[in-house]
């Protein structure tokens, strides 16, 4: 559905919670910009309904962003209708905090269901992640071209346990097995020895989605939320690590519909 003279229109949505959404918003709209047929409108959230019927690509990075029913809608039928969408990182996050016990107990975050059908266009739901900390990013399907010649790499990320939904072709994938500490769901949600999908592609009527679960950083100011006024430390976590930056910049060119590895 391209324009005149060939000119892509790309939807850009990020924001959120807890993350530095500025340097992930920046970052992205310089793989964007690798591609001079793609002008980005940029939204913080899914107020963008009127953007998507015309858009071409759809690329997201959220956390506990919740798009309205409307909104959701709209999203899907952007898929179904032949749009594909890059979803990074908490894309497919609902949280809620609990205040901390008066005990001084530590707070619970739960991960409601409440993305509705748009969890099945995703392929995934959030449930929970263990504490931030290396781990090894393995290759599931090594003949793929979003990861072709890329080796087992290690990230310091989230390692994301979701709720899965449909045929999801899978190309990246972590081990994990045992509690994640924090959340509601944590003593429960990756006690199976299921591989966790970190990357993986889903079908939806004519169009498709690719999920990258890494891709978390933050900065100083990003959890005041929560009562810290200053971290004391900027995380960069996979932005930093070349293989993550390479698989990404893949499923940028993916999401504009260039051949890759190029």
């Known amino acids: 559905m391209a324009g005149p003279a060939g000119r892509l229109d790309a939807v850009l949505v990020c924001g959120?919670?807890?993350?530095?959404f500025d340097h992930a918003r920046l970052r992205l709209l310089e793989l964007l910009g690798e591609h001079p047929r793609v002008r980005t409108t940029v939204y913080q959230d899914y107020?963008?309904?009127a953007a998507l019927d015309r858009a071409d690509l759809l690329v997201t990075y959220t956390c506990d962003v919740r798009p309205r029913p409307a909104q959701r809608a709209a999203l899907a039928r952007f898929v179904e209708r032949g749009g594909r969408w890059l979803a990074l990182h908490g894309t497919n996050s609902v949280i809620e905090v609990s205040e901390p016990s008066t005990g001084g107990g530590p707070r619970v975050f739960t991960t409601p269901r409440l993305l509705g059908e748009l969890a099945k266009v995703l392929g995934s739901q959030f449930l929970a992640h263990p504490p931030i900390e290396p781990y090894e990013v393995l290759v599931t399907r090594p003949d793929h071209p979003l990861v072709a010649g890329i080796g087992p790499f290690t990230v310091t990320d989230e390692l994301y346990?979701?709720?899965l939904h449909g045929e999801l072709e899978v190309l990246l994938h972590a081990e994990y097995t045992g509690p994640c500490?924090?959340?509601?769901?944590?003593d429960t949600a990756a006690l199976d020895s299921a591989s966790r999908p970190v990357l993986y592609l889903k079908r939806h009527g004519l169009g498709e989605v690719c999920y990258f679960t890494l891709g978390h950083c933050r900065g100083r100011y990003d959890m005041q939320d929560l009562g810290v006024d200053d971290t004391g430390r900027v995380d960069r976590g996979p932005w930093e690590t070349p293989e993550?930056?390479?698989v990404l910049r893949r499923c940028v060119g993916w999401t504009v519909g260039v051949r890759v590895p190029e």
């Not at 959120?16 to 530095?20: A, K, P, S, T, V």
């Not at 500490?181 to 944590?186: I, V």
């Open 16 to 20: 959120g919670r807890w993350h530095d």
């Open 47 to 49: 107020d963008c309904a």
């Open 161 to 163: 346990v979701c709720e």
């Open 181 to 186: 500490r924090g959340f509601a769901e944590g």
């Open 244 to 246: 993550f930056v390479t």
